[in-house]
């Protein structure tokens, strides 16, 4: 509470200069809101640097990975791209009954959920599959509910009933209102054998029969392809409530050591040294990012958005109004922020990167990464300093209108 209050205070007095003190005291003033051993950093559009403090220095910054391995994944995949998971049998389907396996061939889709599996239920049933004589078998990388699903075995929970009753609810009430199909009864499933994997990588072995269908007989045609939303949609989602899901998309490019190569290709030869990337969501002990380095980053994704004819508000969320970790902060200013949050309290670590819309000095973008400080302490900091940011250089809100869709409809079954 203690510091709370001193960050209290210590806005209030910035915000009582007056005109002539604040005339002859530079924004670097703002940097008192965070703390003097804690880094911070905000440049205007012009590349004028308006508030340093440790901006070099390196620490643990959690989930602002993300900016990275969103960068990486949108420049190296396109906006557009939509991961594909293939359902097949590993006999022809007669009669409703396979008399094998219902094989996935697992695309690493990150948002292949329990409403993405009951879309693909009703398509399955649509093309008369009634029965599966054994069980779900998987091949590629298979993601499921935002954790790694090797054997199917979760996957086949949902599509046999015994999962999935919330996703199912949710669905009926969409479609009360029109907006999709019916329901479809669950699969039977066989006792024997249980979920398995086939092959982990049948992309490479696809020209080998005698390895690639290993312990499946050959294959019949596909019996639903599920196509994810776009990427651009993904990593919005994804951003909006900081699904650690991130670090296994990461594999879809090479994983964090592509990410890591990438994000240090795109910021000033300087500060590459500053990016170390070990888990492209953010966990574990390994990453490392400086305060001016995740100011460039979050440039850099600016950028590849505009590129592609987009803002930064269609790849990470926007303060008051998104759904997830920036809806509460900077509520009674909407649209304030668009930014990133993170938050760690095993290595002591939260931040917050973002840009403000200004009159006078463009978009300005800052990154405050606070390091040993409870995540309540650091959050305060935080939001006082913007706050302070956004006084200072008279911010206003950005203009934006969320999508009103969910992200998993945008899923194709086909």
């Known amino acids: 509470m203690r510091s709370v209050l001193r960050c209290a205070s210590a806005l209030a007095l910035l915000l009582g200069l007056g005109a002539s003190a604040a005339a002859e005291s530079p924004l670097q003033q703002l940097a008192a809101v965070v703390g003097a051993d804690q880094g911070v950093y905000a440049v205007a559009g012009d590349g004028t640097v308006l508030v340093a403090q440790a901006e070099s220095r390196a620490v643990h910054p959690a989930s602002v990975t993300k900016v990275a ?11 557009s791209y939509r991961f594909t998971t293939t359902f097949r049998g590993d006999r022809p ?36 599959l009634r029965t599966v004589a054994r069980h779900v078998a998987v ?6 509910d935002w954790q790694p699903d090797p054997t199917g075995r979760r996957l086949e929970d949902v599509l046999a009933g015994r999962a999935g009753n919330a996703a199912r609810a949710t ?20 006792v024997a054998g249980g979920s398995r994997v086939v092959d982990p990588s049948p992309r490479e072995d696809a020209s080998r029969p005698d390895a690639s269908m290993r312990g499946a007989a050959s294959t019949g045609a596909a ?26 998309a990461a594999d879809a490019i090479g994983g964090p050591r592509d990410v890591e190569d990438l994000a240090r290709g795109r910021v000033p030869a300087a500060m590459r040294d500053e990016i170390v990337i070990g888990n492209g969501a953010g966990a574990g002990p390994m990453n490392r990012m400086s305060p001016r380095a995740a100011v460039a980053l979050l440039q850099a994704l600016a950028d590849e958005l505009t590129r592609a004819g987009q803002e930064l508000s269609a790849a990470l969320p926007v303060s008051g109004i998104d759904p997830g970790t920036l809806e509460a902060r900077f509520s009674d200013e909407p649209a304030l922020v668009i930014g990133k949050t993170s938050r760690s309290g095993s290595v002591g670590a939260s931040a917050l990167v973002g840009v403000l819309r200004t009159p006078r000095y463009g978009t300005v973008r800052f990154a405050v990464l606070n390091h040993d400080l409870p995540v309540p ?13 956004a006084s200072a250089t008279a911010a206003q809100p950005w203009s934006y209108t969320t999508r009103a869709t969910p992200p998993y409809l945008a899923t194709v079954v086909e």
């Open 93 to 128: 389907l007669r009669d409703g009954r396979l008399a094998g396996e219902l094989v996935v061939d697992g695309g690493g889709d990150p948002f292949l959920v329990d409403e993405s599996a009951l879309l693909v239920l009703r398509r399955l049933h649509a093309q008369g």
């Open 69 to 79: 391995t969103s960068l990486a994944l949108l420049a190296r995949l396109g906006p």
């Open 171 to 190: 669905l009926a009430r969409i479609e009360s209102a029109g907006s999709i199909a019916g329901d479809a009864p669950p699969l039977r499933f066989g």
């Open 139 to 144: 091949r590629g990388s298979l993601l499921f």
């Open 223 to 248: 019996l639903a392809t599920v196509r994810s939303p776009i990427l651009l949609h993904v990593v919005k989602a994804l951003n909006c409530f900081s699904n650690n899901v991130f670090h296994f």
């Open 377 to 389: 302490d650091a959050r305060a900091r935080q939001d006082a300093f913007v706050r302070a940011l």
